[in-house]
């Protein structure tokens, strides 16, 4: 992704995706029975917790918001609470503040008594494909009385419209709009039970057949959870498989890209290989990568794939700061089993800032199975982080044609995550330590990765790929 030293922090990158069950001050913190419930002045302590470590380990904390008013919603949040607060009180707090900071990265905290509770709980029966401000589309009802099947849409919950459930929600997630609804869907179940709105629900519905519907729906158990996995698994298969490839009816090549992880079974290089060495041999007419549902992961493993498509000289992004600091510093030596690598940090002084300027271009290695046809790059609201910044470098350098929906993720965005627990109420928090600059240098532009073809989507079809595939049969 990036020369010389840049190199090296992607095996460290690739390192940390697999540490990141990894969560720094677990071991001091967790000495003591996990707590249902914490004074106020605790998690006072534990928000100024939060704070130091961030501002500390984070290249530019208030980029977003100023410390005052940080300082303000904190104040806001307080006021509210009791005396005593609940955990599942303190992990919205902790949320909302870190929302404040407007990074989608961050995410949702948690804690591990509050996700046993959770688990325990009678929960919302649907999965969500996708969310906008009239409603939820189902990806999945696994609800016993199956009112809704797949394609059908949710408009209210509990006599609230789905708009009016994202503004509330949404302040728990930083970020563009785009993700901070999808963000919603992802994580209804859990907020819903963070809030105590309980089974039965009452929703309002549009069915798949395009028939308005009204009725009342009890939550499932853990019981049932244990069948509703093996059927999610079984129907979400394609998307747990991180890559994989088939030649479409009309001859066009399809590879769909769902995580940027390396599968010891087959390996991304030997995939890559195999899948191309294919594509060449059945003179496909075109190339479809699809990185729509593509959350992330090692963006080093996904330029394997560049030099199979183009010969165009590229970067995946401009730059780099990291911040350097005592809490990361802990967390690398925790996750890499006590080794204090990359060296060069560790001498570094703790609040200094190591910036890295890629200036150059970076020519794609010649390749005798390189597809030279045309090539179409499928994006959408889900492809995030590491898939944000591959789709970043092939938009601004013209790699392939994209298409689809926007991203959810800015291009210049803070990453290089790491997890670590809040001492009194054992809340596990995120923080940043690097930001990364979009590929074309400009720091000011804070949009998401935008298509050459935006494809809207449609009921019952997939209109991008049916695009995608249009534009490679046409004799543009």
């Keep these: ?22 969560v720094l001050y677990k071991e001091a913190t967790t000495k003591e029975k996990a707590p249902l419930t914490i004074s106020k002045t605790a998690l006072i302590k534990d928000i100024q917790f939060w704070k130091t470590t961030l501002e500390a380990s984070h ?6 918001i100023s410390k005052e008013s940080l300082n303000q919603l904190e104040n806001k949040l307080l006021t509210q609470l ?48 996708s969310s906008n401000q009239l409603g939820w589309e189902i990806d999945l009802d696994i609800s016993k009385e199956q009112y809704l099947k797949k394609g059908g849409t949710i408009l209210s919950i509990n ?30 179940r859990k907020l819903l039970f963070l809030h105590g709105v309980k089974s039965p629900y009452y929703i309002s519905a ?25 059927a999610m698994a079984s129907i979400k298969r394609t998307q747990i498989i991180p890559y994989s490839f088939e030649l479409l009816p009309d001859s066009i090549a399809y590879i769909r890209y769902n ?28 190339l479809i990568i699809d990185i729509r549902e593509n959350g992330g992961g090692n963006s080093a493993l996904a330029e394997l794939m560049i030099p199979y498509f183009s010969n165009k000289p590229y970067r995946l992004t401009a730059g780099m700061k990291w911040k350097v600091s005592e809490p990361y510093k802990q967390f690398m030596k925790g996750s890499q089993g006590g080794k204090e690598e990359p060296a060069f940090y560790f001498t570094m002084q703790n609040g200094s800032v190591y910036f890295y300027d890629n200036k150059d271009l970076k020519k794609p290695l010649e390749n005798p199975q390189r597809f030279k046809g045309k090539t179409a790059l499928l994006i959408g609201p889900n492809t995030f982080s590491s898939a944000n910044m591959f789709s970043d470098g092939i938009k601004t350098y013209q790699l392939a044609k994209v298409f689809g ?32 600059f979009r590929a074309d240098g400009n720091e000011k532009n804070s949009n998401a990765i935008l298509p050459d073809v935006l494809v809207l989507p449609a009921k019952n079809k997939d209109a991008v790929l049916e695009k995608a595939k249009e534009w490679i049969n046409s004799k543009d």
């Design 1 to 22: 992704m990036k020369k010389g030293i840049i190199t090296a922090f992607f095996s460290w990158c690739m390192l940390f995706a697999t540490a990141q069950s990894f």
């Design 59 to 64: 290249v530019n904390m208030y980029h977003a």
């Design 82 to 129: 009791p005396k005593e607060v609940s955990i599942n009180q303190a992990i919205l707090v902790i949320g909302k503040m870190a929302a404040a900071l407007n990074e989608g990265h961050l995410g949702l905290p948690s804690a591990k008594i509050s996700d046993s509770l959770f688990q325990q709980s009678l929960r919302f029966p649907y999965l969500i494909k």
């Design 159 to 188: 006599g609230k419209n789905i708009a009016a459930i994202n503004q509330l929600y949404g302040k728990y997630f930083g970020g563009l709009a785009s993700w901070k609804n999808q963000q919603v869907a992802t994580y209804i």
């Design 206 to 230: 549009v069915n798949a057949e395009g028939k308005k519907i009204q009725f009342k729906v009890k939550g499932y158990n853990q019981q049932q959870a244990d069948s509703i996995n093996k």
């Design 259 to 286: 995580n940027m992880t390396n599968d010891p079974s087959n390996p991304f290089s030997q995939f890559l290989a195999e899948s191309f060495t294919k594509i060449n041999a059945a003179k496909a007419k075109g």
């Design 405 to 436: 929906t926007p991203t959810a993720e800015p291009g210049n965005d803070y990453g290089e995550m790491f997890n670590f627990m809040l001492p009194n109420s054992q809340i596990i928090a995120r923080g940043p330590s690097k930001m990364f």
